[in-house]
């Protein structure tokens, strides 16, 4: 009788955490925790951000943009506490407090055997953080409100930008020492910063022509290609032709990867390449071959 009681207690407590955590809006994860020794280190961090964003959760490093609507008249946004232990292995603990430092959930202990720091941090974040699947984390409050104040640009896009002001950097140095009227010269500047919706959509950002060069492709319905660059440590993915995000290798050997559409991992399975990312709760397995 008595362990039955303190079952339901128990349970009650954990529900209440529950309840108590969908009335935010937000989790932050820290950009370096007290047992790294650099800022997101092992990409670990951005690994803690993927794997709360699979499990429903709105999650920013705080290294990052933040949203303008954080904290914003009331506290809105739960601080991600990562705790790590163990001599001959290491214990990974994480937990959500809010801004009054009142813990509303903790995971249960992962314990990682791997004899490397990366391989058994990495390993340890995803076992720990499987708890939160329990959660079933859902923000009870107004979405509605715009999180950001202005428009974020596609990665196709920033990386286009980034080529027209080197181009637009060539051609103000072009025309220096050149005897010129004034008002064409403010053309010419004007016309290299002068970027259409058309420019965005250049050939730059599409696929290689020749098929050689893509290390990887889905030969199903999504389309994605792969291409690495010569370290093998990065590579640009490719949704029909049109460049949409990139991956960039962590120290256990696990790609992480940013694209327009979905934040993921990706890793290499025998002859093949696997990506592997959430969407509403269910993760989406992509395998592609050479």
Same mark, same amino acid.
């Given at each position: 009788?008595?362990?039955?009681?303190?079952?339901?207690?128990?349970?009650?407590?954990?529900?209440?955490?529950?309840?108590?955590?969908?009335?935010?809006?937000?989790?932050?994860?820290?950009?370096?925790?007290?047992?790294?020794?650099?800022?997101?280190?092992?990409?670990?961090?951005?690994?803690?951000?993927?794997?709360?964003?699979?499990?429903?959760?709105?999650?920013?490093?705080?290294?990052?943009?933040?949203?303008?609507?954080?904290?914003?008249?009331?506290?809105?946004?739960?601080?991600?506490?990562?705790? &790590?232990?163990?001599?001959?292995? *290491? /214990? %990974?603990?994480?937990?959500? =407090?809010?801004?009054?430092?009142?813990?509303?959930? +903790? @995971?249960?202990?992962?314990?990682?055997?791997?004899?490397?720091?990366?391989?058994?941090?990495?390993?340890?974040?995803?076992?720990?953080?499987?708890?939160?699947?329990?959660?079933?984390?859902?923000?009870?409050?107004?979405?509605?409100?715009?999180?950001?104040?202005?428009?974020?640009?596609?990665?196709?896009?920033?990386?286009?930008?980034?080529?027209?002001?080197?181009?637009?950097?060539?051609?103000?140095? &072009?025309?220096?020492?050149?005897? *010129? /009227? %004034?008002?064409?010269?403010? =053309?010419?500047?004007?016309?290299?910063?002068?970027? +259409? @919706?058309?420019?965005?959509?250049?050939?730059?950002?599409?696929?290689?022509?020749?098929?050689?060069?893509?290390?990887?492709?889905?030969?199903?319905?999504?389309?994605?290609?792969?291409?690495?660059?010569?370290?093998?440590?990065?590579?640009?993915?490719?949704?029909?032709?049109?460049?949409?995000?990139?991956?960039?290798?962590?120290?256990?050997?696990?790609?992480?990867?940013?694209?327009?559409?979905?934040?993921?991992?990706?890793?290499?399975?025998?002859?093949n390449f696997i990506i592997e990312y959430d969407v509403n709760g269910s993760t989406q397995r992509v395998v592609?071959?050479?």
């Open positions: 009788m008595k362990k039955y009681i303190l079952l339901v207690v128990l349970s009650c407590f954990y529900f209440s955490g529950a309840q108590s955590v969908n009335d935010y809006k937000y989790v932050i994860v820290n950009n370096q925790y007290d047992f790294q020794n650099d800022a997101n280190e092992f990409r670990l961090n951005e690994l803690m951000v993927f794997e709360l964003k699979k499990y429903g959760f709105n999650a920013y490093r705080n290294s990052e943009r933040l949203p303008a609507d954080l904290n914003r008249g009331s506290c809105n946004a739960l601080q991600l506490k990562v705790d &790590k232990s163990g001599m001959l292995w *290491t /214990d %990974i603990e994480a937990r959500l =407090e809010n801004c009054s430092g009142q813990v509303l959930f +903790t @995971t249960e202990v992962a314990r990682a055997r791997q004899k490397t720091f990366d391989k058994a941090y990495f390993s340890g974040v995803r076992e720990a953080f499987k708890s939160f699947e329990n959660l079933n984390y859902k923000y009870n409050g107004d979405s509605d409100e715009e999180e950001f104040p202005t428009q974020l640009l596609t990665i196709a896009q920033e990386r286009e930008l980034e080529k027209k002001n080197k181009v637009k950097e060539s051609n103000v140095s &072009k025309n220096i020492g050149v005897e *010129t /009227d %004034i008002d064409s010269t403010n =053309e010419i500047i004007e016309e290299s910063i002068e970027i +259409t @919706t058309d420019d965005l959509k250049g050939s730059s950002n599409s696929l290689p022509e020749s098929k050689t060069d893509i290390d990887f492709k889905d030969t199903s319905s999504t389309g994605y290609a792969l291409k690495f660059d010569d370290s093998k440590d990065n590579f640009e993915i490719f949704k029909e032709e049109v460049l949409i995000g990139t991956g960039r290798k962590t120290a256990a050997g696990v790609y992480l990867i940013t694209t327009d559409s979905f934040t993921g991992i990706g890793f290499v399975e025998g002859e592609m071959t050479k």
